[in-house]
């Protein structure tokens, strides 16, 4: 791959990435937005800062792919709050998005861990 | 998809809802109140944007993404202008080929007559003879049925007829129909200007109504539109009839594709053209074309049930001339009469066609299209990354196919009213093609059927292409470049897949050809039993002139006369009918001495009414017996002259010379027998046929041929005959002269024009295979490049380079030959059973002649879809070959 494409993939695949963690949050029990940019946040340990309009645009789009969908409900402190859920489809989306996920990163850490480099 | 609906009310409330459970979060978290509502709505990167963001989605998202797809679709296009160019072209060539045809069939069968009320309750009537063949009906036995069927809302009859309009010398022909005085009632037209025919002038009293009615092309051509004409007389045929009206622009009479410019009164006949009283009244004399309008509600069968009753009946009771007669209604375009019998059967076989090259058109745009989603996957798997959705990638490619087939379209339908007026190249010379008229201004149905075709290919090419796309994983094409494993290999067997059915179409469209091409050589070959080079034939109109029968007669002696004692004349003859014309050849019921026909047995027999000359004329050898001479005239005994057909059929065993055969109410003696000949059509296989003197049955209602021969060319006499037909009668000036081999090309007309055009589309399917292949092996050499590379830096020579390459194409190839071949026996057997008709009783002609099993077609077809296939495949693997080993393998 030639090097002077990674500025424009990095980008792609952020945002490609923000669909993957939303699905991944929501494997544990339905949430509502909010819930979602925080417990994102909150398990990147902080590295990764959710933009909170872009995540309604995701959750927006899932929702009209049919990987997830929305019912309103009450928050854990009584406010009006639109929660998600995960579909069959949205399940298995995750686990092929996962799997791939995980094959790249094995392959970038190949390529990057320190015996490589000496090789 | 459903879930879309989703409010922007309903979406605003989630983000307030969302701002107060952030807010109450950073204040849980210590943040005060104010300062933690104001860090919620930050961290939202504006609340309003996103709402914004969202109603743009939903109101105008498929506005916005349409023109979005549109305008990125034609920034694609023209960034690659070749394949556009190709692409479009391919599109316009299948389209303007399918909305051509479709005009001509919309003329021809769906809406045969313009300007008509209610054409769907509109039937064809006719008589049936005895063995089943359809003739046109007798005047008395249309007014039986117009006074005495209840079901029917009107019954017209009309006869198709050339007048001379205008004074003397200037006088010009004009193609017209004599009618019943219903007719337009019938057919419920409504007039431009003036009135039609009143219901006082629908009665049957000769010479009662001198009126006529033009036509408003006539109207517009000859009186620029002037509504003073209404009332004033026009000179037709020497007598003045006055214009009561101008029928409706869209109307051009009641036969299909043919217009016509003047309407008269049937009853006019015995005034116009001399015809005698008796004539009219003769229930034998069938030359009327029925046309009859159903009452509401009433169905076909029903009035068919109607009519045949009555006839059964009237065959009874006037058993003397229509004993085993019957009457039957079809839909108009199935009437045996007029261009529609001779257009039916090319149609049918040019919309089989036509839809095989627009599968191969679509196997093309659809193999293009995939090419270019191949090239352009990381783009695409981009856009899918970007967060574009599948299904508006999907659109896309959608959009583009579509934009193409627009493109092609509009191209297409440009050409369309162009190439439908080539329906004249369908009609053989003479005045049928003259009266062929293609009413080319844009129908409707014409255009929703170039749309809804377009729509098809559109999304039928863009299909394949589409799938492709939205299968694709964004991941991985973006780090592979776009050279799949398994993916790409089942890309690649669709794409084979086509191109063996571009081959396997291809070499059905071109065997046809082929067939169709061989089929004519051998007409062409076949011996017509007499010889028709070096005569010049002319058609005279008489009886446009107001002469009667006895100057007629006249008329030919004093032409024979002159015409023989001109130089470079050698023989001079004249007949009634014109063999292997397209006029319809007569008949006549004989009763033969010593014959009992069986029963059911149709005793109508094919005649021709000749002067002595006609014979020796045309190298008609007799083969018994004696040729009519100057002394079989009016004052001596009838004689006829048989063919050996006649003969064989009816005096098998006897001496044919001396029998006694009745017909026109008088007994007529053999005196000769004549060698067969050909008649109606060079395939014909032998008729009984008859001919008697001119002198000695020749009637006011009958045509009137002239033949010269000279040694040389023919066309050289004609002004001499011109110059002294005027000297025998300056108003004789109107008579068609044409060269008769080029004449009797006419019978040959239907098989000429199936061969011509399946010889056409046999290229273009060709071409657009050929261009397939090219695509297909041009991309899988470009992808097998770094392999290819890999290969010969392992030491591979160009030669088995080369090979391999050139080894699929030949597999492809042969796939497509072996199935095209299968498709061609079963299309050869239903092509076989197309045939034609023709005006003369309902004759069905075979389009295609026997042969069609004929291996050495299917040899060469297959022959040259090799050779252009391995052509095709050549170019991409000789590059493939060059290729350097190293530039191969850094190829990314």
Known sequence: ?119 | MPRDRRSEDDFAEEIRSHLEMEADELESEGVPRSEAERQAKVAFGGATVARERFALRHRLLRVENLRQDVRFGLRMLRRSPAFTVVAVLTLAIGIAASATVFTWINAVLLEPLGGVTAANRLVTLETVTSNGEWVPNSYPDFVDFRDHLKLFDGIAVTHIAAFSVGRDDRAERVWGQLVSGNFFAVLGVKPEAGRLFLPSEYGDTPGAYPIAVISDRYWRSHYAADPGVIGKTIRINQHELTVVGVAAPAFHGSIPVTSFDLWVPYMEQSALNGVQLWMLRDRHDRNMLGIARLKPGVTEEQARGELKSLADRMAVANADVSEGMSATLMPLWKSPHGPQGLLLGPLRILTGVCVLVLFIVCANITNLLLARATVREQEFAARIALGAGRARVVRQVMTESLLLTGAGALLGAAATPWLSHALHYFMPPGPMQLLVAMDTSPHFSVLAFTAGICLVVGLVAGIAPALQVSRMEAGARLHDGGRGATAGRKRNRLRSVLVASEVALALVAMVGAGLFACSFQQTLRVDPGFNPNHVLLNQFYLSTNGYSLAQRKEFCRRIEERMTSTPGVTDVAYSDGVPLGFEPSWWEELRIEGYAPKPNENMNIFRNIVSPGYLPLLHIPMVEGRNFTDQDNENTSHVMIVNQAFVQRFLSGRNPIGVRVHGWGDWFRIVGVAKDSKYHYLGESAPAYFYVPFRQVFREDMNLAFYVRTPGDPDAVLSTLRAQARAIDPNVTVFDAAPLKEFIGASLYPQKVAAGLLTIMGVIALVLAAVGLYSVMAYSVAQRTQEIGVRMALGAQRGQVLWMVIERALWLTGFGLATGGALCVAAVKIIAGVSFTNSGMGTNMRLLGDGSMNGAVYLTAAAILMVVAMVATYLPARRAAAVEPMRALRTD
């Open chain 1, 1 to 119: 791959m030639p090097t002077h494409k990674e500025e424009n993939d990095r980008i792609a695949l952020l945002q490609g990435t923000l669909d993957l963690l939303i699905l991944k949050t929501l494997l544990f029990g339905a949430c509502h937005g909010q819930g979602v940019a925080r417990s994102i946040q909150r398990q990147s340990e902080e590295t990764f800062f959710v933009d909170h309009g872009s995540l309604y645009l995701a959750l927006q789009r899932l929702e009209e792919g049919g990987l997830i969908t929305a019912k309103w409900g009450v928050s854990e402190n009584n406010r009006k709050a639109r929660f998600y859920t995960l579909t069959a489809r949205g399940k298995s989306e995750l686990t092929a998005k996962a799997h791939q996920w995980n094959r790249l990163t094995r392959a970038m850490n190949q390529i990057l861990s320190p015996s490589n480099e000496e090789a």
